[in-house]
């Protein structure tokens, strides 16, 4: 690695984080932060654009790791019991919608997106997307339609919510949305524009079109143009 490289790496890294975190203190009056209810945690760090968190309902738990880069962060939660968890990474403007009771958000260490709204309206359904994946502008994640459809015989629902899962070192590339009871394999690349409706079960793959499919497999990526990703490390020191 050359001397560039490495002194890059470590402003990316160490500097960085620890300055952010000690200027958090004057980030933090950007966001707003209004909660109703009893036995709601909120721990959330800087933001470099004014946000706004609003929790209703009790016991509920947002956490987002101080060594988050967050941009602006819009996050609604109505409903009780719910969980938000955001490990380290860069967000630059990340929408979040939870209505419902028994909910959860994971983003695991390290996750990139640029822009997406990620909507959980079903009780007791929730989103996860893994270490080392990227979002790009214009996603939307759902675990449910937002509204009922109901048999008009039997009266029962017909499309209930399901979790969505993202595996790791997951590219979703510009306008993907992931509807309700989607799982993603580690190491997929989804083409811009691409709706997916149905689980996607092959690592190492491209899938596209709408809905999406496969289009190739045998293959990964990068966040780096240049150097082949082999190990998470490497994952990790392309990231932007």
């Known amino acids: 690695m050359s001397l560039r490289s490495w002194l890059s790496n470590q402003w990316k890294w160490h500097v960085r984080p620890r300055w952010e975190c000690v200027a958090s203190g004057i980030c933090s009056m950007r966001v707003k932060v209004r909660a109703t209810g009893e036995r709601n945690v909120i721990r959330v760090g ?3 654009r004014p946000s706004s968190v609003v929790v209703g ?4 738990t947002v956490e987002i790791a101080p060594e988050a880069r967050v941009g602006q962060l819009t996050l609604f939660v109505h409903g009780s019991g719910n969980r938000v968890t955001i490990g380290r990474g860069r967000f630059e403007f990340l929408e979040i919608h939870i209505h419902g009771d028994g909910c959860e958000l994971v983003l695991e260490s390290p996750v990139y997106i640029s822009n997406a709204c990620l909507v959980i309206p079903e009780s ?4 996860r997307i893994g270490a080392y994946s990227m979002l790009a502008t214009g996603i939307e994640i759902r675990t449910g339609d937002g509204h009922g459809i109901f048999d008009r ?3 029962e629902r017909v499309n209930a919510g399901a979790s969505v899962r993202i595996g790791r070192h997951v590219w979703l590339a510009n306008r993907v949305n ?3 009871g989607v799982q993603i394999a580690d190491d997929v690349v989804v083409g811009s524009g691409s709706m997916v409706t149905s689980s996607l079960t092959e690592s190492h793959a491209i899938y596209a079109g709408f809905p999406a499919r496969q289009i190739r497999t045998g293959v990964t990526w990068n966040w780096s143009s240049n150097e082949f990703p082999d190990t998470p490390t490497a994952w990790e020191r392309g990231q932007p």
């Open 153 to 155: 015989e039997t009266r």
């Open 46 to 48: 800087c933001c470099s």
């Open 57 to 60: 309902g009790d016991s509920n």
């Open 178 to 180: 992931v509807m309700k």
């Open 124 to 127: 007791n359904t929730g989103i």
